[in-house]
């Protein structure tokens, strides 16, 4: 059955620091989604993307953070530069439409220190 | 704007009794709602979809607009049923996000 990937699971960086989650969607796959999870919350809507363009983002979702599909299979969420409350759960997830169900990456767990 | 509501954070019950894990929900219009589950070191995983209207691992989730819930119920639980639960709300139409809950964390005793 395929699945949506994330790399890596666990990513450790200092405050200020530029990092880059990766995610591959579920080939077929139009629609790409990033939430988040900080330890105890619930999980957050950050970013949808659609088309090669964003399709709707969240409050949190500021100019610190983008989204790109750098090919046909890669869709990432960088953080130029982290700040100690970013350190979260990432989810990807992708849908085939976008009523579709989402289906969910493992998560990358990210730490800044 | 669209909030959904879980007011157990943990729910214990022993293996063969039923199950009710709650959900509430604020919405205006005519939301779609999930139940994802998320077994230990595992993905979040759909579980069913009101849509559906299906019965999934004994699982079953009734819309209730009148009261705007969606609660998740099992009439025998089962140790594996141990994991957590987020109930989730698409408010559809051009909109893409889904809006969760904060979990409910079952644990099935033996």
């Known amino acids: 059955e395929p699945e949506v990937t994330q790399t890596p699971s666990h990513q450790v960086t200092q405050m200020g620091q530029e990092v880059i989650l990766r995610c591959v969607p579920i080939?077929?796959?139009?629609?790409f989604y990033w939430y988040r999870q900080i330890l105890g919350q619930k999980v957050e809507f950050l970013v949808s993307?659609?088309?090669?363009?964003?399709?709707?983002k969240s409050e949190i979702f500021d100019d610190q953070f983008s989204v790109e599909r750098p090919d046909g299979s890669n869709f990432t969420l960088k953080i130029r530069s982290t700040k100690l409350e970013d350190s979260a759960m990432y989810f990807c997830a992708s849908s085939r439409e976008s009523k579709n169900i989402q289906y969910f990456g493992a998560g990358t767990r990210l730490s800044v220190l | 704007a669209q909030r959904v509501t879980q007011p157990e954070k943990l729910l214990s019950v022993f293996k063969g009794a039923p199950v009710e894990l709650k959900c509430n929900y604020s919405y205006s219009g005519s939301p779609e709602l999930f139940w994802y589950v998320q077994y230990s070191r595992q993905r979040l995983q759909l579980l069913l979809r009101h849509i559906s209207r299906e019965s999934i691992k004994g699982f079953t989730a009734d819309l209730n607009k009148g009261e705007t819930s969606f609660h998740l119920k099992k009439p025998f639980a089962q140790e594996e049923d141990s994991a957590m639960y987020y109930c989730?709300?698409?408010?559809?139409?051009?909109?893409?996000?889904?809006?969760f809950g904060k979990g409910t964390l079952l644990t099935v005793n033996p």
């Open positions: 080939s077929n796959h139009l629609y």
């Open positions: 989730a709300l698409h408010s559809g139409g051009s909109n893409y996000k889904l809006t």
């Open positions: 993307f659609y088309n090669n363009e964003i399709s709707e």
